[in-house]
Antibody, heavy 121, light 108 residues
Framework: QVQLEESGPGLVKPSETLSLTCIVS?????????WGWIRQPPGKGLEWIGS???????YYNPSLKSRLTFSVDTSKNQFSLRLSSVTAADTAVYYC??????????????WGQGTLVTVSS | SYVLTQPPSVSVAPGKTARITCGGY??????VHWYQQKPGQAPVLVIY???DRPSGIPERLSGSNSGNTATLTISRVEAGDEADYYC???????????FGGGTKLTVL
């Protein structure tokens, strides 16, 4: 059974870069899935950030695309997110997730527990 | 960009049927997925492809999708169904996921 765990700083300063890693266990990141990132500001709804394939193929939320970078490290079985020039509006619980099956438009059935990232000086 | 509209809240008595709608232009032409999220927890996929249930999801939860509205139906509502529910579609014109704003289901 796949398990996902988000890892990264809980506090980031405005204008800096937010970096998170999703550590995957019980399944290979090489195995044909578009691994996803989703966030949720405190008290608000879900916002899809984007998804990444092990080959480097990506899909992005258009509103975040200019600030986003994804990567996959198959040797460590993990994938990562970098969001640049953050503001308080980027404060959220960040989730990583795996879809139900292969394909880029498949919903997510496995989620990490989420990690709160606060943007503040 | 494509917008999904959900009612902010729905209330229902135990044992009754709850219907949560998700409105979007010609949503009937898209596959709609539904998530349940309880406080402090990650979302859980409860319906995919309009009306399929992942393993472990009770048959009391069902979905439908036609025209400009998709609906999540929860029959014989239980206290444990109290949660936030989100619809989701893939917007193929821009190749990205879109979530609805979420509906808080309250069991009276």
């Amino acid at each position: 059974q796949v398990q996902l765990e988000e890892s990264g700083p809980g506090l980031v300063k405005p204008s800096e870069t937010l970096s998170l890693t999703c550590i995957v266990s019980g399944y290979s990141v090489n195995s044909g899935y578009y691994w996803g990132w989703i966030r949720q500001p405190p008290g608000k709804g879900l916002e899809w950030i984007g998804s990444v394939y092990h080959s480097g193929s990506t899909y992005y939320n258009p509103s975040l695309k200019s600030r986003l970078t994804f990567s996959v490290d198959t040797s460590k079985n993990q994938f990562s997110l970098r969001l640049s020039s953050v503001t308080a509006a980027d404060t959220a619980v960040y989730y990583c997730a795996r879809p139900l099956r292969g394909g880029w438009s498949v919903p997510y059935d496995s989620w990490g527990q989420g990690t709160l990232v606060t943007v503040s000086s | 960009s494509y917008v999904l509209t959900q009612p902010p809240s729905v209330s229902v008595a135990p044992g009754k049927t709850a219907r949560i709608t998700c409105g979007g232009y010609n949503i009937g032409s898209k596959s709609v997925h539904w998530y349940q999220q309880k406080p402090g927890q990650a979302p859980v996929l409860v319906i995919y492809n309009d009306d399929d249930r992942p393993s472990g999801i009770p048959e009391r939860l069902s979905g439908s999708n036609s025209g400009n509205t998709a609906t999540l139906t929860i029959s014989r509502v239980e206290a444990g169904d109290e949660a936030d529910y989100y619809c989701q579609v893939w917007e193929s014109s821009g190749d990205h996921w879109v979530f609805g704003g979420g509906t808080k289901l309250t069991v009276l």
